[in-house]
């Protein structure tokens, strides 16, 4: 029996939501490492995180968001629930105009958030993330709170927490604007645009690749039956 990327890449997803869930003081989130450095001012708080997960980033693009994050998996079986409920095949749109000018917003709660961090002396992106709450389930009230409505959004919105909200996305994403590998169309391509439809991200894949919001989860390249898009230098 043939096993699919997409299996494999959703049992690696869940094997690390499984972790998140028992562990009780350990995460990846680069931004807590972010946080400690501006909170402390030691450079002793430099830990590998801060140089393995960039060095992903800048080379791979954002390859924690498709295979690591355990907020990611959630949001997928959240839109692929309506999908199935809908006898859907394809990934429901966006309002464009609108999706355009939202995808923004991580970005600035990224800035807002490091400010505040250096401001009050105080994990403020932690105390707030609903990554943080997988964390041994350990996660503040508040970030409870934001994990139901961004889940809820999802049911609407494929991945709402990760295209508009995702701090860590929004820095991730900064890191891998032009990655060594690149998601990318060949002569293959016969313009049907199903890689488009199957983008969790709406990305207009054939006019606008736009590597900084793509989280690697290559729905577009196992998509493409005919091998027009591919992932590669």
């Given at each position: 029996?043939?096993?699919?990327?997409?299996?494999?890449?959703?049992?690696?997803?869940?094997?690390?939501?499984?972790?998140?869930?028992?562990?009780?003081?350990?995460?990846?989130c680069i931004l807590g490492f972010v946080q400690r450095i501006l909170l402390t001012f030691n450079l002793k708080e430099f830990t590998p995180?801060?140089?393995?997960?960039?060095?992903?980033?800048?080379?791979?693009?954002?390859?924690?968001?498709?295979?690591?994050?355990?907020?990611?998996?959630?949001?997928?079986?959240?839109?692929?629930?309506?999908?199935?409920?809908?006898?859907?095949?394809?990934?429901?749109?966006?309002?464009?105009?609108?999706?355009?000018?939202?995808?923004?917003?991580?970005?600035?709660?990224?800035?807002?958030?490091?400010?505040?961090?250096?401001?009050?002396?105080?994990?403020?992106?932690?105390?707030?993330?609903?990554?943080?709450?997988?964390?041994?389930?350990?996660?503040?009230?508040?970030?409870?709170?934001?994990?139901?409505?961004?889940?809820?959004?999802?049911?609407?919105?494929?991945?709402?927490?990760?295209?508009?909200?995702?701090?860590?996305?929004?820095?991730?994403?900064?890191?891998?604007?032009?990655?060594?590998?690149?998601?990318?169309?060949?002569?293959?391509?016969?313009?049907?645009?199903?890689?488009?439809?199957?983008?969790?991200?709406?990305?207009?894949?054939?006019?606008?690749?736009?590597?900084?919001?793509?989280?690697?989860?290559?729905?577009?390249?196992?998509?493409?039956?005919?091998?027009?898009?591919?992932?590669?230098?």
């Open positions: 029996m043939k096993i699919s990327f997409q299996l494999i890449r959703n049992l690696i997803k869940t094997s690390f939501l499984g972790f998140f869930l028992v562990s009780n003081n350990f995460c990846l995180q801060l140089i393995v997960f960039p060095a992903i980033a800048v080379v791979f693009g954002r390859l924690f968001c498709g295979f690591i994050c355990p907020f990611g998996i959630i949001f997928e079986w959240t839109y692929k629930l309506k999908m199935k409920m809908k006898k859907s095949k394809i990934i429901p749109k966006f309002n464009p105009k609108i999706h355009e000018k939202l995808i923004y917003l991580k970005y600035i709660f990224l800035v807002i958030g490091l400010y505040l961090t250096f401001k009050y002396g105080s994990y403020v992106i932690c105390t707030v993330c609903p990554i943080g709450s997988f964390v041994g389930l350990n996660g503040t009230v508040i970030s409870f709170i934001l994990l139901g409505l961004f889940l809820i959004g999802g049911y609407f919105i494929p991945m709402f927490f990760c295209r508009y909200f995702c701090p860590i996305g929004a820095l991730l994403g900064l890191l891998s604007t032009k990655p060594v590998f690149k998601i990318k169309t060949n002569d293959n391509c016969t313009k049907c645009r199903l890689c488009e439809m199957k983008c969790p991200m709406q990305i207009d894949i054939l006019n606008n690749m736009d590597e900084k919001e793509c989280i690697r989860c290559f729905q577009c390249v196992t998509a493409c039956k005919k091998g027009g898009i591919k992932y590669g230098r």
